[in-house]
């Protein structure tokens, strides 16, 4: 049996036929419930020093499928390439079903995971939003944010937001007002929950930009080491995270927490799948709130899946 191949031009046409949020929660569910398989990630470096390759697996039990999304990390003439590609096969067969261009479902399945995050842990009466970065990795968390509160005040800031005049006129024209912030430390003053959506090898806020009970979330990038805020933070946050399984090996800040701050990973308050089948503590608002999502192999597969279903729903029908 041949696997479908499914390119970026097929997946824009397919993702409005797709509820994303839905199919990630249906997914950590399962995972909570042992009825899916996380294996955590690896990464492969490539040799003399041209980058590396990071490979997320996992296993839908429910679903009857199981594959991988490989997404390599290029260094070459003095330029960067970063590509995904999600392989989806069948647990009854054996065989692959789909091959599929993953760069925009991984943007989507991070601003989705990020967004489930902030339904469980942000405060209902949050009204306060701050975007750190303005790239499509942060115009898709705002999309799966924009109706979880009634957000009143909605801030932007990112380094090059105010010498790209092409990027800011794409976010003027959202169905909601957001204000261009000059600094991260402006964006994030009062603001009850900060999403961080960048790919910085490096802190872009400090802790003295948060108010207590601000939810705080952070994301991975190919870049080594990558961390989006300061490793003692955790030392003063309540920590969550998409998975903690696999997450505090290979989370940038929460690696030098553990090496240089004391931190561990038993401090982490709960994760996704507990989140969703309320196994674990909600914060309080007393500290401030931070999770970390790095990326799991399920999420790519379990969006991967509902892409085959809606080709072959489309190939049936024609």
Not at 163 to 186: C, K, L, Q, V, Y
Not at 260 to 289: F, R, T
């Amino acid at each position: 049996m041949n696997p479908t191949i499914i390119t970026e031009e097929v997946i824009n046409q397919l993702l409005p036929k797709i509820d994303i949020q839905s199919a990630l929660r249906d997914m950590f569910v399962e995972l909570a419930n042992q009825r899916a398989v996380q294996p955590a990630q690896s990464v492969t470096l490539f040799p003399n020093g041209q980058g590396d390759t990071i490979t997320y697996q996992g296993v839908m039990a429910k679903q009857g499928v199981f594959g991988a999304k490989m997404s390599p990390y290029i260094i070459a003439d003095n330029t960067t390439t970063v590509t995904a590609w999600t392989c989806l096969m069948s647990m009854k067969t054996g065989q692959p079903l789909l091959l599929c261009d993953a760069a925009k479902l991984t943007t989507e399945r991070t601003a989705a995971t990020t967004a489930l995050a902030v339904d469980q842990l942000s405060k209902h009466d949050s009204k306060v939003l701050a975007i750190i970065g303005s790239g499509a990795v942060a115009a898709a968390h705002w999309r799966h944010v924009a109706e979880l509160r009634s957000w009143s005040d909605i801030r932007l800031w990112s380094p090059n937001l105010s010498t790209n005049a092409s990027r800011r006129e794409e976010w003027s024209t959202t169905r909601a007002p957001i204000a261009m912030s000059a600094s991260a430390e402006e964006a994030c003053h009062n603001a009850d929950v900060i999403l961080l959506c960048t790919s910085s090898g490096v802190p872009v806020v400090d802790a003295t930009f948060l108010q207590a009970g601000a939810l705080v979330t952070s994301i991975s990038t190919n870049v080594p080491g990558a961390h989006e805020v300061p490793p003692e933070l955790l030392n003063k946050a309540q920590v969550y995270c998409d998975y903690r399984q696999t997450t505090p090996s290979s989370a940038g800040e929460m690696i030098l927490a553990q090496r240089d701050h004391g931190w561990s990973a038993n401090n982490i308050v709960g994760d996704l799948p507990e989140l969703m089948i309320g196994q674990c503590q909600k914060p309080d608002d007393e500290s401030i709130v931070f999770f970390r999502s790095l990326g799991l192999g399920l999420e790519d597969i379990a969006i991967a899946n509902e892409v085959y279903k809606a080709n072959l729903s489309i190939e049936e029908s024609s």
